[in-house]
């Protein structure tokens, strides 16, 4: 087996986990800057290919946005695979180090709060997206 052929599929599924349940893929750095300047609340999830993110973070970020409360864009951009696009979006984490998995909700361009790998890791998806709807409670309007 070819292994740059079966982490391709790898990602290819984790792509299409996350864009299926909505949320909008950002590839480049006028992707981000474009979707994350945008009014209201962005919720990034920072994607990859580690057992944490397809066992817990991809479905918590998928189930979370099933409630009455919820960020107004939902974005994506996939560390180790779309670098540029990914390096440019943690230019808007400002005071918090590289993570991921991880989530960031920002409100009109500037970052509220993260959930990082270290909020992920070692938790239950039900576990984070409690956190994320916590963190819906306090920041994002009904829609």
Known sequence: MDFNLFMQDVVDAARKDIT??????????????????REGTTLVMVNSTCG??????????????HFDKRPDHLVTV??????????KARTYFEGFPP??????????????TMIE?????????????EKLQTLFDQHCEEI
């Open 52 to 65: 944490c993110a397809g066992g817990v973070a991809r479905p918590a970020a998928t189930n979370s946005i």
């Open 20 to 37: 299926e349940a909505g949320y909008q893929e950002l590839k480049t750095e006028e992707d981000v800057d474009q979707a994350l300047n």
């Open 78 to 87: 996939f560390a180790g695979q779309d670098r540029e696009a990914t390096d």
């Open 99 to 112: 993570s991921s998995p991880s989530f960031a909700l920002l409100k009109d361009g500037k970052i509220l």
């Open 117 to 129: 790998r270290h909020d992920i890791e070692g938790f239950s998806a039900m576990e984070v997206t």
